[in-house]
C-alpha cells in the first residue's frame, strides 16, 4: 500500500505543474488582451501596390496632422527606401503608423517606441505610439530584402514642444 502511494504522489508532483503552467500561461494571454489591451499586429487592410497614388491614405503620403497632437505617418517601404524615412512630431503626440511595401517583405522595428511591423505587399499594417520626450529614434528594415537592406532606415525626431 506505502509503496503504490508514493508512485501516486510522484506521479502527482508531475502533473499538477503540468497543469497549473498551461492554466497560468492562458490566464497571463487572457488578462493582457482583454484587460491591458495588448494585441499582435494584424492585418488592418489590403491595398493594391500598384495603385497608392488612387487609394488612401497612401495617395497622401508622409507625416500628416489628423487632430492637435495626433499624427499619422502613411508609410511606404521599398527597395531600399522607407517614404518618408524622417518623421518629425513634437513631444506629447500620438503617432499612427500605417505602412505597407510596394515591392517586397519588408519590416518596421522601432524599438525605442516597442514597434515590429511586417510590411507585406498588399497588406497595411499599422501600430499607434506615444512619444512624449523630446530625442531621437532610429527605425530600420528587419526583413532581409537584398542586397542593400542595410541601408534601409529612417528616424523619428521628436521635437521640444513650442510655446
Ligand atoms: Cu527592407
Request: charged residues 15%; negative net charge.
Amino acid at each position: 500500500m506505502m509503496r503504490g502511494m508514493t508512485i501516486y504522489l510522484y506521479e502527482l508532483a508531475w502533473m499538477l505543474p503540468s497543469v497549473a503552467i498551461p492554466a497560468a500561461m492562458l490566464v497571463a494571454l487572457i488578462v493582457t488582451a482583454f484587460g491591458a489591451g495588448i494585441h499582435v499586429p494584424g492585418v488592418e487592410g489590403r491595398v493594391d501596390p500598384t495603385k497608392f497614388a488612387e487609394t488612401a491614405p497612401f495617395n497622401e503620403p508622409g507625416v500628416v496632422e489628423v487632430e492637435p497632437s495626433r499624427y499619422e505617418v502613411r508609410m511606404i517601404a521599398g527597395i531600399w527606401f522607407f517614404s518618408p524615412n524622417e518623421v518629425r512630431v513634437p513631444a506629447g503626440s500620438t503617432v499612427t503608423f500605417i505602412a505597407t511595401s510596394r515591392d517586397v517583405i519588408h519590416g518596421l522595428a522601432l524599438h525605442d517606441a516597442n514597434i515590429n511591423l511586417m510590411l507585406l505587399p498588399g497588406r497595411v499594417a499599422r501600430a499607434t505610439v506615444q512619444f512624449n520626450t523630446p530625442g531621437e529614434h532610429l527605425f530600420v528594415c528587419h526583413e532581409y530584402c537584398g542586397i542593400a537592406h542595410h541601408t534601409m532606415f529612417g528616424k523619428v525626431i521628436v521635437e521640444p514642444r513650442q510655446r
